[in-house]
């Protein structure tokens, strides 16, 4: 059964001179405690009759009305059930109504007794703007609701609501009539006996629970302003990252920001993987308590906090180091010196963690005990999480620019290219076109003329060949789509083959003289032969190219110790000839560089030459560079090359090129000269 009409307005109907007046649920909740406080310390039996929104609302004052039963038999409450509240007569009698009955909406507390008698018909008001609590939290705080309704002590007017909620209370439970009428002839109408309450116990107990009301409010807007401050650092530190995209000035921020925001004795934010031995403190958030550790290397190896953090990738705190010895499972005695040496008392460290990846860490020390409560540590977390999401923006971005910088370079690449391919394929090109016009049209042409014509038209395609060639292997080569066949390689092999094909190249031209001074008992190195040789043969003809008729070359080969205790080979190639500026050490090695310009070159070649050298000497494991006093003063190229572990199979079991070369060819005297 379901009502609709409300007790308030009925009670408003009847008594014109009433005026209702605004609540807000505290100060109902204090009214309603102080009228059922004054019962419980009387000992008349008042008639009580109590009607509760919700069942929730009852249970939460159900022991009040326990006592209040055993002091009166006239006790009525009504709810709206919601688990197990029903109609039912015990120590005293419950209704539950519809909770689509307007009784839902309102709050009524009636006591008449005796000596004195007060109600409280109250009516809920719904969606009310409340100025100062626009915020959607505060509107959803309970504290916040209102009602309308009367209050008073006034007899008659008392009368006139237990009046109405009686007749309700035997609509809903018609077995109670007989009850009822007695309730009402008993408390409805009677004047009260001429002893004169005194109102002083009730205004200290609604003084009280006003109080009380009062504090928990104050309560509530505490932690509110505790977590605005916490946003508001979360905000700060947020949006300071937005703002950079260098993982140095974002930890700067947010280790000053959350250092005072703890007021932390030190706060350190670092960088870190769990297999890191330990890292350098770079960014510190310290007070007057305790030393600084900027600069120093703290250890993360043996930091068994760092480690059980880094992977169980949760928060671990400590509120004093000096009252556990383990926590966590952690034993805190291998820790100990680490503690005391900097004045730890209290601990909190926090992952910063990406997607599961580890980034880093926060720590927080305290030279004080100190228990860190569940906000602070999720405050901490939460800037974690954000440092984490930070760094990962960083490091994109980083490789972000370093994907510019390869597309710019590919890009000079390209155009460089265009540049060569006009010079370099077009002009022999054209001279190879117009070679083979005068040989079709003029068949009377002189026969040493002709063979001109071929010769030209034969050594420009050989040109055009050979940068095709070059610039294939070396986009094969930066590409990394090269098959490497390494195996034991004998250096003095690969320098002979190279000195032939040099011969048969440059046979016409006048050479400088090229001396090879290898040693016979060299330990084989760990190639691919043919590349081996490719490098050896470029170098030369490079050598060859820069250095006049009657300079001179030099090859050799020595085992070279390296600082890391590897150990290699190193080739040298050195000349006498035009040398190379000191600046220009490196650059010779870029694609496409000559000296004079790709336009303007007059020894031949490519500009790849050493870019397909340094692509694989590095393939192979090892350095290349070059050396030089400057103009005229000679150059010397250097390359290392990784010993090989096994040793050389001269009977060609193993396929090395250098054993599968006639045995005419492996002489043993290592001292040559061409030219
Ligand atoms: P190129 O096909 O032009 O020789 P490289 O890549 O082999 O291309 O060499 C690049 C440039 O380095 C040459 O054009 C030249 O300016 C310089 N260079 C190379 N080797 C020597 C050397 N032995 N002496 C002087 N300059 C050299």
Request: charged fraction near 20%; glycine fraction near 6%; hydrophobic fraction near 40%.
């Amino acid at each position: 059964m379901s009502i609709q009409t409300s007790v308030l307005e009925e009670l408003l109907q009847s008594s014109a001179q009433l005026r209702p007046q605004l609540y807000f649920k505290s100060s109902l909740t204090a009214l309603s405690h102080a009228m059922e406080d004054q019962v419980l310390a009387s000992d008349a039996q008042p008639l009580i009759i109590a009607s509760f929104q919700k069942e929730r609302f009852y249970r939460q004052e159900a022991h009040r009305y326990e006592r209040i039963a055993a002091i009166t038999p006239h006790v009525y409450v009504l709810a709206a059930p919601e688990t197990s509240f029903t109609n039912a007569s015990r120590d005293y009698e419950t209704i539950a109504f519809d909770p689509s009955d307007q009784l839902s909406h309102e709050w009524h507390l009636v006591v008449i007794g005796v000596q004195y008698s007060t109600c409280l018909i109250c009516q809920e008001r719904q969606n009310l703007p409340i100025a100062g609590a626009e915020t959607p939290h505060l509107q959803a705080m309970d504290q916040t609701r209102r009602f309308e309704g009367i209050w008073t002590f006034d007899r008659e007017v008392s009368s006139l609501a237990a009046e109405i909620l009686l007749d309700r209370i035997g609509v809903y439970r018609p077995e109670l009539a007989a009850k009822l009428k007695q309730a009402k002839a008993q408390f409805v109408g009677q004047m009260p006996t001429t002893r004169d309450v005194d109102p002083d116990p009730f205004a200290q107990r609604l003084v009280t629970y006003l109080q009380a009301g009062q504090y928990k409010l104050q309560k509530a807007y505490r932690s509110i302003a505790a977590k605005e401050q916490q946003e508001r650092l979360v905000n700060l530190i947020t949006s300071a990252m937005r703002q950079s995209l260098d993982p140095h000035e974002i930890f700067k921020v947010a280790v000053n920001e959350l250092g005072k925001a703890m007021q932390a004795g030190r706060c350190l934010i670092y960088r870190g993987k769990a297999n890191d031995a330990e890292v350098l403190i770079s960014h510190e958030f310290r007070s007057d308590s305790l030393p600084s550790l900027l600069g120093q290397y703290w250890p993360l190896a043996n930091h068994r906090l760092f480690q059980t953090v880094a992977q169980q990738q949760e928060s671990i705190s400590i509120p004093d180091t000096q009252a556990a010895e383990s926590v966590e499972s952690v034993d805190l005695a291998p820790l100990a010196e680490l503690i005391q040496r900097w004045q730890i008392r209290s601990w909190l460290i926090v992952p910063i963690v990406y997607q599961g990846l580890l980034l880093g860490m926060i720590e927080l020390h305290q030279a004080e005990p100190q228990s860190w409560t569940p906000d602070e540590i999720g405050l901490v977390e939460a800037i974690a999480a954000q440092l984490g999401v930070a760094l990962i923006q960083a490091e994109s971005y980083a490789n972000l620019e370093d994907l510019n910088q390869q597309l710019e370079a590919l890009e000079r690449t390209r155009s460089n290219l265009i540049a060569i391919t006009g010079h370099e394929l077009r002009t022999p090109l054209s001279t190879i076109q117009v070679c083979l016009e005068s040989l079709a049209t003029e068949p009377d042409m002189l026969p040493e003329l002709r063979q001109l014509m071929l010769s030209t038209a034969l050594s420009d395609a050989e040109r055009m060949r050979k940068l095709v060639q070059d610039f294939i292997t070396l986009s094969r080569l930066e590409s990394g789509r090269v098959e490497w066949h390494l195996e034991p390689v004998a250096i003095d092999e690969c320098v002979t083959l190279a000195l032939s094909s040099l011969r048969t190249r440059q046979s016409e031209t006048g050479l400088p003289k090229v001396t090879a001074q290898i040693a016979e008992e060299l330990p084989p190195v760990r190639a691919d032969g043919e590349r081996l040789v490719e490098v050896l043969s470029k170098l030369l003809d490079n050598a060859c190219k820069f250095t006049q008729p009657d300079g001179s070359i030099l090859i050799t080969a020595q085992p070279n110790l390296q600082p890391n205790g590897g150990r290699m080979l190193e080739v040298t190639i050195a000349d006498t000839g035009r040398g190379i500026e000191p600046n220009r050490l490196e650059t010779v090695f870029d694609r496409f560089y000559q000296e004079e310009g790709a336009l303007r070159r007059t020894a031949g070649g490519t500009g790849l030459g050493l870019a397909i050298c340094r692509q694989i000497v590095q393939g192979l494991g090892g350095q290349i560079w070059a050396e030089s006093a400057g103009r005229d003063q000679g150059s010397s190229f250097h390359f290392t090359l990784p010993l090989a572990q096994e040793p050389l199979d001269r009977t060609g079991a193993n396929g090395s090129k250098g054993a599968t070369e006639p045995a005419s060819k492996r002489r043993s005297n290592r001292k040559r000269a061409v030219g």
